[in-house]
C-alpha cells in the first residue's frame, strides 16, 4: 500500500510525513489568530466574549478525538498488518461516529446555550453578547470540523499528510479572506463582528471537509475512505476497537477543556482583559503545541505500522528524532515569548492594561514551551503503541493540579501571574514525566517480546 511507513529511512519517512501534518496543524493555528487579531479591532471585551465561546469548540475537539484517535491507531496498525479490509471497517466506523457526535454535540448546545455561557458569570454585556452568538454558529455547525480532523487522521493513518495540508491551506486562505469582511463590514458590507469571526471559521471548516471528501472520490490511488456509507451499522468489533482507543483520548482532552473553564472563571476576578489575555494568549501559545501535535500526529501513524508490523527498533528511532525536532523548535518558541513578549501583544491589543498583561503570560508560559512540545509528541508516541489509557491517567492527575496551585498561588502577592505559573509548572512537570514513562513502556515491551 502507497504510505508504507515500516520501510526506507527512518528519519526521511518521518520528516516527509511530518512536515505536511506540521504545516497543517500551523494553518490551524493561523486560523485562530487570524480571528483573534481582526476581533482584537473590537476591543477587549468582543475578544474575552469569544474566547468564552471558543472554550465550547475547544470542548468539542475532545470528543472529536475519540473517533479521529481511534479510528487513526486502528486504521495504522491494520495498514502495517496488511489488513486492508479491517482497514476500510475501522475508517468507515471513524467517519460514522464523528457525524453523529457532531450532529449531537451541536443539538446539545444550541438547547443549552444560555446555561453553559452563564458558567461564566460575565458581567459585561458586549462580551455576553459576543459569547452567545460565537457558541451558536460554531458549535451549531461543528460537525464540519469533527469530519475534517477525522478524515485528517485516518489519511495520516495511510501515509499520505498532503492532502489534509493542502484542504488545510485552501480552508486558511479563503478564513483569511472571510475575516475582515465579515467582522469588520467593509463599505457596503454589514459589520457581523462576533458572529462574522464565527462564519468566517465554519465556513473554511466546511471548504477543508469538502476537499478531503473530493480527495476520496476523485484520487486513483489506493484509500481506505472509498466506499465508505454513513448510514450502514457499525459492526460491534470496530466500535470497540475505536472507542478502546478514543475514549480515554477523548476523556483526557474534555478533562482538559473543563479544568481550562473552571479556571477561566478564576480569571474572569481580574476582569475583562485577563480573559481576553488568556484566550489569546493561549492562540500564541499554539504556535508550539500546535506544531508539536502535528508532528505528533506524524509520530503516531509512524509507530501505530511499525508496531503492527513488530517493528520495535524503528519505534525507539522514530521517536528520538522527533524529540529532537521538537525541543528545538520548543526552545526556540521558549526565547521568542520570554525575550520579545510586547511585539507579539501589540499584534492582539491595543489598550495599555492588555497589553501589560498579555506580556506577562507570555513570559510566564515561555519557560514551558519546550517540556510542553515534549509532552505533546510523546503522547502521540504512547498513542501509537494503544496505550491512550495511561495518557489519559497521568495528563489528567497532572492537569486536574492547576486548579489547587492556582488558587494557592493566586491568592499571593502574585495575584493573576500566580494562575500563569500554576500553568507553566504543571507543563514542566508533564514533559519530564511523560518520557520517563515512554522509556518504561518500551522497556515493558522489549521485556515481553524477549
Known amino acids: 500500500m502507497e504510505g508504507n511507513l515500516t520501510k526506507g529511512p527512518i528519519l526521511k519517512t518521518l520528516t516527509k510525513l511530518a512536515i505536511p501534518i506540521m504545516a497543517s496543524s500551523f494553518l490551524g493555528t493561523l486560523y485562530n489568530i487570524t480571528d483573534m487579531a481582526w476581533i482584537g479591532l473590537l476591543g477587549s471585551k468582543a475578544v474575552a466574549g469569544i474566547g468564552v465561546g471558543g472554550m465550547f469548540t475547544w470542548l468539542s475537539q475532545g470528543f472529536a478525538s475519540m473517533a479521529r484517535m481511534g479510528g487513526q491507531v486502528q486504521v495504522g496498525q491494520c495498514v502495517g498488518r496488511g489488513d486492508k479490509e479491517k482497514a476500510h471497517g475501522y475508517a468507515q466506523a471513524a467517519v460514522q461516529l464523528a457525524t453523529v457526535m457532531g450532529l449531537v454535540y451541536a443539538l446539545v448546545v444550541l438547547i443549552f446555550t444560555k446555561q453553559m455561557i452563564g458558567f461564566f458569570k460575565l458581567e459585561d454585556p458586549e462580551a455576553y453578547a459576543a459569547a452567545f452568538v460565537y457558541t451558536e454558529i460554531a458549535c451549531g455547525l461543528i460537525v464540519f470540523s469533527f469530519l475534517s480532523v477525522t478524515l485528517t487522521g485516518i489519511y495520516t493513518a495511510q501515509g499520505d499528510s498532503k492532502t489534509p495540508f493542502y484542504a488545510n491551506l485552501i480552508g486558511l486562505a479563503m478564513n483569511m479572506i472571510l475575516d475582515p469582511l465579515l467582522i469588520l463590514g ?265
Open 186 to 450: 467593509p463599505g457596503p458590507l454589514p459589520k457581523l463582528g462576533a458572529a462574522g469571526g464565527a462564519i468566517a471559521t465554519v465556513t473554511a471548516q466546511f471548504i477543508v471537509m469538502s476537499i478531503m471528501i473530493l480527495g476520496i472520490v476523485k484520487q486513483k490511488k489506493e484509500n481506505v475512505l472509498k466506499g465508505i456509507t454513513l448510514f450502514a451499522k457499525i459492526p460491534a468489533e470496530y466500535l470497540n476497537g475505536i472507542c478502546k482507543i478514543g475514549i480515554p483520548t477523548a476523556i483526557q482532552g474534555m478533562a482538559y477543556c473543563v479544568i481550562s473553564m473552571v479556571i477561566t472563571r478564576m480569571v474572569s476576578a481580574f476582569g475583562a482583559e485577563a480573559i481576553a489575555t488568556q484566550r489569546v494568549g493561549g492562540q500564541i501559545e499554539s504556535i508550539s503545541w500546535n506544531t508539536a501535535d502535528g508532528f505528533a500526529t506524524a509520530l503516531n501513524a509512524f509507530i501505530a505500522q511499525n508496531y503492527g508490523a513488530g517493528e520495535m527498533g524503528r519505534v525507539k528511532k522514530g521517536y528520538r528524532a522527533s524529540q529532537w525536532t521538537v525541543g528545538i523548535w520548543g526552545i526556540f518558541i521558549t526565547l521568542l515569548f520570554v525575550c520579545v513578549p510586547r511585539p507579539i501583544a501589540n499584534i492582539f491589543f491595543h489598550e495599555p492594561k492588555a497589553i501589560a498583561t498579555a506580556v506577562d503570560y507570555l513570559i510566564i508560559v515561555g519557560f514551558s514551551e519546550a517540556f510542553l512540545c515534549i509532552e505533546t509528541t510523546t503522547v502521540g508516541a504512547l498513542s501509537g503503541l494503544g496505550r491512550t489509557h495511561l495518557c489519559s491517567v497521568i495528563s489528567i492527575i497532572f492537569t486536574s493540579a492547576r486548579i489547587p496551585l492556582a488558587i494557592i498561588l493566586g491568592g499571593t502577592s502574585l495575584g493573576l501571574n500566580g494562575i500563569w505559573w500554576a500553568l507553566s509548572s504543571t507543563s514542566i512537570v508533564k514533559g519530564v514525566l511523560f518520557v520517563i514513562v515512554f522509556q518504561w513502556v518500551i522497556r515493558t515491551k522489549k521485556q515481553v517480546a524477549a
